[in-house]
């Protein structure tokens, strides 16, 4: 148990800029293993999420509280998986080739195609959950507790699935690129979907109708320009399939 522990910490100290134990061992090894636990990371997230939304909006108007709410789980995660998406925008919508593709998403800086592209992803992630605010706090709240495991487990089944592409030995993925075994792969699921309980039967499978389509879209497009998957793609997929729970979510409850 404490090894599942220290795994865990490992994770979250990777994937949020959230303080650890100091008794926590780290490694490349350790990191490895820990990618079952990304979606319980996302339990974290989203509960820093959920409860910032909720004691927002006793004191602002929901448009308001929904951004200060995206506001501080951006700042608990240090824009991981905002900047992924931005490179990956960037890249993919910049480059012609794998080579270049892969060197643009490394570049540090951002481009017209990633400015674009974050600012696209923040703004509609914002009238989602503004649209949710109007059928009670507890809708935003219970979004953001279901979204951030299931985006998380998407990116978790890429590194399942996928081949690394980077030859990069530094790269800041590169001790996350292995193939999950079954029992690790069990446990990012059940910590994945386990949320989705708090949904309504119509919402659950709109939103895991919506987290599948998009990753597995995401999925075939990667290996198609690249053939796999880096880092920056796995942050991409996070963000693609949180807002796509959210529009799911809401599409789901306009419809009822």
């Not at 996302?42 to 506001?71: C, E, N, R």
């Not at 800086?109 to 990633?114: E, L, P, Q, T, V």
């Not at 605010?133 to 089944?157: E, I, K």
């Amino acid at each position: 148990m404490r090894y599942q522990l220290e795994l865990f910490f490992t994770a979250l100290g990777f994937f949020t800029r959230l303080p650890v134990p100091a008794w926590v061992p780290w490694s490349p090894e350790r990191l490895n293993h820990a990618a079952r636990y990304f979606p319980l990371v996302g339990w974290v997230v989203g509960g820093i999420g959920a409860a910032s939304w909720l004691a927002l909006v006793q004191v602002f108007p929901p448009s308001i509280a929904v951004l200060l709410s995206m506001a501080v789980t951006i700042r608990a995660t240090g824009a991981f998986h905002e900047d992924g998406w931005a490179d990956a925008c960037d890249g993919l919508g910049g480059g012609w080739d794998k080579a270049q593709v892969l060197a643009i998403m490394k570049d540090s800086r951002i481009g017209s195609y990633g400015t674009v592209g974050l600012l696209l992803m923040l703004l509609t992630k914002a009238a989602a959950l503004i649209e949710l605010s109007a059928t009670g706090d507890a809708a935003v709240a219970t979004a953001l507790l279901v979204a951030h495991p299931l985006s998380r487990l998407a990116s978790t089944c890429l590194i399942h699935t996928l081949a690394y592409v980077r030859e990069d030995e530094t790269a800041k993925a590169k001790p996350l690129a292995r193939r999950l075994s079954g029992p690790e792969l069990a446990t990012a699921a059940g910590f994945g979907v386990l949320p989705l309980v708090l949904l309504a039967p119509q919402e659950i499978a709109a939103a895991l109708v919506a987290t599948i389509a998009v990753s597995g879209w995401a999925a075939r497009y990667f290996v198609r320009r690249l053939g796999g998957y880096t880092g920056d793609l796995l942050g991409a997929t996070q963000q693609a399939t949180e807002l796509a729970a959210y529009l799911a979510i809401l599409a789901a409850w306009n419809f009822t």
